[in-house]
């Protein structure tokens, strides 16, 4: 069995070095040199495209690293791991599951939340689950190997629905169901039938600038902000999707952004009974987007913007499990 590992950097890329963490090149072989890779028969085919800190995440590398993808299906291998780093993981996994979803191998992300160096990394168990996963599996998609402080197995989550970090913490939890799979020494199948029907779009060339206009639900927030080159709005709720419909501001955004022909989008929203201050969305022209992640909406709205096509049919359009 040929599996094909991608390295881009990140912390699991990186180690300390005095009081700082910093991307490492002998990383890549610490986290190589502790999986015997000839006792379960398979060979790496090794590439780094590109070494940066997620943090630092662009068009231009989403763009290197869909090639890079691209290339190495083109060549036998049975599964491909892309090491990544933890701040923008959610961000690179639902764009690679927009592309690469009805690809016939498995396709896993892998990252850690401390450097490799360090005694409390998960990097090593996320590594394993995901090399695991792809001798286990049959199933084709974008995946993401995780394991939570808090827990003694890795996930194996759809990578379209990965939610952001909590404030101040790098576990990685789902939005609906999200996890596929867990490992605990061995892979458990939980659902295969999350990636059956999605379909993906193929290699996506990313726009230097979203134009999107991600606003957060904050008390006091004036909405005073600049609609130059924005093409798209999303409106972050509270957690009960919930916007401040009577504020002034919020109003004269959506009017300006609707005489400007942008569209509106709140993401959060789920079917059912809402709170009264909901029923002003029509009014303000907000459109609720079907319910998925922030990321995966962003990430749908920035394809859309990067080949030109209408932005509010594409995000009502199903793509790879990112609705819930």
Not at 92 to 102: K, N, P, R, S, V
Not at 105 to 129: C, H, M, Q, R, W
Not at 224 to 243: C, F, M
Request: hydrophobic share 40%; net charge negative.
């Amino acid at each position: 069995m040929t599996i094909s590992i991608i390295f881009t950097g990140g912390t699991i890329g990186s180690l300390t070095k005095k009081e700082w963490v910093g991307i490492d090149d002998s990383a890549k072989y610490m986290l190589l040199n502790r999986f015997d890779n000839k006792a379960k028969g398979v060979e790496f085919q090794i590439s780094a495209p590109y070494s940066v800190l997620s943090e630092n995440l662009s068009a231009n590398e989403l763009n290197i690293l869909q090639a890079e993808i691209k290339s190495e299906l083109a060549k036998k291998t049975d599964g491909i791991i892309v090491t990544h780093g933890t701040d923008s993981l959610q961000y690179t996994a639902a764009a690679l599951e927009y592309a690469f979803a009805d690809t016939p191998v498995p396709i896993v992300l892998v990252s850690a939340d401390y450097p490799l160096d360090n005694e409390k990394t998960n990097g090593y168990i996320n590594f394993e689950a995901a090399v695991e996963f792809i001798i286990n599996t049959k199933l084709k998609g974008v995946f993401v190997s995780y394991k939570n402080s808090d827990s003694d197995i890795a996930n194996i989550h759809i990578a379209s629905r990965i939610l952001q970090h909590a404030e101040g913490s790098a576990e990685i939890y789902g939005i609906g169901q999200s996890v596929c799979a867990t490992y605990d020494g061995k892979i458990t199948m939980l659902d295969t039938e999350l990636s059956v029907n999605a379909k993906g779009i193929g290699v996506v060339e990313y726009s230097e600038n979203s134009h999107i206009l991600s606003v957060e639900s904050v008390p006091g927030n004036s909405y005073n902000y600049s609609l130059d080159e924005i093409k798209a709005i999303i409106l972050k709720p509270y957690h009960s999707a919930t916007l401040n419909t009577q504020s002034e501001g919020l109003s004269q955004l959506c009017e300006k952004a609707y005489d400007s022909n942008i569209p509106v989008f709140v993401c959060g929203v789920k079917s059912g009974i809402g709170y009264e201050s909901t029923k002003l969305f029509t009014k303000l022209n907000i459109n609720a987007a079907p319910y998925s992640s922030f990321i995966s909406l962003y990430m749908k709205i920035w394809v859309a913007v990067s080949r030109g096509v209408d932005i509010a049919e594409f995000v009502n359009t199903p793509i790879a499990n990112e609705l819930v």
